[in-house]
C-alpha cells in the first residue's frame, strides 16, 4: 500500500526565520509530488508541485526531491503568521487519474 | 469561475438514514474526486471518476456509492449512514497531463452522523 509520511508537528517557528516541512514515500512509482496548504476549516490548496530531482523555487517557497531517498521537503523563507497552516504532502501514482495519496500532514505555527 | 461546489456544506444525519453530497465543477476537467478527511487521518480517496462514463473505488470505498452524471458533476451517495462515516468530505477536480495532477477542491461538506 502506497504510504506518505510527515510529522504531525506542531512545528514552531518564530517570524521572519526557515520553516521546513519533510515527507518520506513509500512507492517508488510515484513521479509527482504536491503540496497542499491548508487552513483550519477550509479545503486544501495547491501551493507547489515538483516531479524531477532536485530543488524547485517558487517566491518564498522551495521544494525538495531526492528519489533515492524518497524524499521530498518544502522550505518556506521569510516565515509570516499567514503562513501558519497545515502543510499536506501528496505522491501521485505513477501516470493516470487516480488520485492522490496524501500524508497526515504538518501543522506548522509561525510566531510573531 | 466559481471553481468546485459542494452541496450542502452542513450536514447532521441518524443512522441509517441516507444522503447523496452533490459536486460540480465549471473548468472542464476530465477526473473528479470524493474525499473524506477524519482527524489526525490526512484525507482519504473514497472514489474517484478518470473520464465520464467511469468510476473507480480509491482507498475507503465501503459504505459509499458515486455516480458521475455529466463532465460536471460528480455524486457521493451514502446508503445507511453509519457514526464511522462522520467525516469532512472534500471533492476535487482535475486534468491529468501524464504524471501531472493537479487537483482543485472544493470547500467540504461536515456529516455528523447521529
Known amino acids: 500500500q502506497k504510504e506518505v509520511e510527515q510529522n504531525s508537528g506542531p512545528l514552531s517557528v518564530p517570524e521572519g526565520a526557515i520553516a521546513s516541512l519533510n515527507c518520506t514515500y513509500s512507492?517508488?512509482?510515484?513521479?509527482?509530488f504536491f503540496w497542499y496548504r491548508q487552513y483550519s476549516g477550509k479545503s486544501p490548496e495547491l501551493i507547489m508541485f515538483i516531479y524531477s530531482n532536485g530543488d524547485k523555487e517558487d517566491g518564498r517557497f522551495t521544494a525538495q526531491l531526492n528519489k533515492a531517498s524518497q524524499y521530498v521537503s518544502l522550505l518556506i523563507r521569510d516565515s509570516q503568521p499567514s503562513d501558519s497552516a497545515t502543510y499536506l504532502c501528496a505522491s501521485e501514482g505513477g501516470g493516470g487519474a487516480d488520485g492522490l495519496t496524501f500524508g497526515k500532514g504538518t501543522h506548522l505555527i509561525i510566531q510573531p | 469561475n466559481a471553481g468546485v461546489t459542494q452541496t450542502p456544506k452542513f450536514q447532521v444525519l441518524k443512522t441509517g438514514q441516507s444522503m447523496t453530497l452533490q459536486c460540480a465543477q465549471d473548468m472542464n476537467h476530465n477526473s473528479m474526486y470524493w474525499y473524506r478527511q477524519d482527524p489526525g487521518m490526512g484525507l482519504r480517496l473514497i472514489y474517484y471518476s478518470a473520464s465520464e462514463g467511469t468510476t473507480d473505488k480509491g482507498e475507503v470505498p465501503n459504505g459509499y456509492n458515486v455516480s458521475r452524471l455529466n463532465k460536471r458533476e460528480f455524486s457521493l451517495r451514502l446508503e445507511s449512514a453509519a457514526p464511522s462515516q462522520t467525516s469532512v468530505y472534500f471533492c476535487?477536480?482535475?486534468?491529468?497531463?501524464?504524471?501531472?495532477?493537479?487537483?482543485?477542491f472544493g470547500p467540504g461538506t461536515r456529516l455528523t452522523v447521529l
Open positions: 512507492d517508488r512509482g510515484s513521479q509527482s
Open positions: 476535487a477536480s482535475s486534468d491529468v497531463w501524464g504524471s501531472y495532477n493537479e487537483q482543485f
